[in-house]
């Protein structure tokens, strides 16, 4: 029997429900992605109206414990549907921890079931079912709790919190991210060749893609990403670093994931500096129609002699990896993920992406949508929450 396609949101969240991502405004930014929150729990609570004596007594429970709602352990969400919570602003943000989701327009109270798709802004605050939604670390629901007459389901929340086992054991054992590392995939001459045309040449800074008004834009933000990269035009040189790739990585991407990639893009080097406070905060490198066509991120590391800098997954725990110089960490594209500032040395990179034939239609048909023109960086707080950042 073949599935049968899903084309809209379930009418219910239930737990064990693959969380839905979604962007939508808060009190303090004009776009946030949920997903990018990944790595803590996230509690959504679609209360209706601040204006509700429910809607107060929640959010000042959640606002009272701090030492919950810490954006480490977990996170707190307000959804309100009543522009009137904006226009009198009775809903307050305190970072880190305690936010609200203005979701005048429905569209994350419609997704997540607490409103029927036919619904409409006029009747909206009366057809609302309130209640909490609890998501894991790793984006999949835990818990749904209604609002009860006699509020006891705000205790129930708070008591649930504080049970929660550390973020990092959330599944009841120590996850493994769903990675690849593998060692010796370039020999020591071609990491050294690597390293010696980066510093002939001196590399650039280098920015990150977000999703703008419908297009793909290139942005320039040090709080968010600091590295230095060239690319590297030498066709036979590149030819050389495909039959490795063809060799050492793609027959193993094959084996895991049974995917065979075809294409390759960026022919790049990077260099995160200690000098420079080299990292890059937690991002995802396909969640905008410009980058949508990547499938595999790999991170070649060409040396090895530096301190930070290391590639970790926040949904999946707090372990971090380092190859050796060499060696590569393959991942999905769409595994949010972050390097570490680099505290020592300089950690020099070979950073492409894979894709296919089918991903390249995907490619070609977007191209259109990217703009590789810097702007201006705008407020990025906080810098793992804002919407559309890839790589």
Not at 59 to 82: Q, T, Y
Not at 106 to 112: D, E, I, M
Not at 298 to 323: C, I, M, Q, T
Not at 352 to 360: I, K, T, V
Request: proline fraction near 5%; aromatic fraction near 8%.
């Amino acid at each position: 029997m073949t599935f049968t396609p899903v084309n809209e949101s379930p009418t219910r969240t239930l737990p064990g429900d693959s969380a839905q991502a979604f962007l939508q405004r808060t009190v303090k930014h004009a776009s946030l992605a949920l997903d990018s929150l990944a790595g803590r729990y996230i509690v959504l609570c679609f209360f209706g109206s601040g204006a509700e004596a429910h809607t107060q007594n929640a959010c000042k429970a959640a606002s009272s414990r701090p030492d919950l709602f810490d954006d480490r352990h977990a996170a707190f969400f307000g959804v309100s549907i009543d522009p009137a919570d904006e226009t009198e602003a009775r809903l307050t943000h305190r970072n880190p921890g305690h936010r609200h989701f203005y979701d005048f327009d429905l569209r994350v109270s419609k997704l997540y079931g607490a409103l029927p798709q036919t619904a409409d802004p006029d009747n909206a605050l009366g057809a609302l079912t309130r209640q909490w939604i609890v998501i894991d670390p790793t984006m999949r629901v835990r818990d749904v709790i209604p609002f009860r007459d006699d509020q006891s389901d705000i205790a129930e929340v708070i008591s649930l919190v504080e049970g929660l086992q550390p973020a990092e054991r959330a599944s009841g054992i120590e996850l493994m991210a769903p990675i690849l590392y593998l060692p010796r995939v370039f020999e020591t001459d071609l990491c050294q060749h690597l390293i010696e045309t980066y510093e002939a040449q001196g590399g650039r800074e280098s920015g990150f893609m977000r999703e703008i008004d419908g297009r793909t834009v290139s942005v320039i933000d040090a709080g968010f990403k600091r590295r230095k990269d060239i690319t590297l035009t030498d066709d036979r040189l590149n030819i050389e670093l495909q039959k490795r790739f063809l060799r050492r990585v793609i027959p193993e991407i094959a084996k895991v994931h049974q995917f065979t990639a075809t294409r390759m893009e960026r022919f790049m080097v990077a260099c995160y500096a200690a000098e420079d406070g080299g990292h890059f905060a937690p991002h995802r490198d396909n969640n905008s129609r410009g980058t949508a066509h990547r499938r595999f991120a790999v991170s070649v590391n060409l040396n090895d002699d530096f301190d930070g800098g290391e590639v970790s997954f926040p949904e999946y725990g707090p372990r971090s990896f380092k190859a050796p110089a060499g060696g590569a960490v393959v991942f999905s594209c769409s595994l949010l993920h972050r390097v570490s500032k680099v505290t020592r040395g300089r950690r020099y990179a070979f950073l492409p992406f894979l894709y296919d034939e089918a991903a390249a239609r995907i490619r070609q048909e977007n191209a259109h949508l990217i703009d590789y023109q810097k702007t201006a960086p705008g407020k990025t707080e906080p810098k793992t929450g804002e919407a559309g950042v890839v790589a």
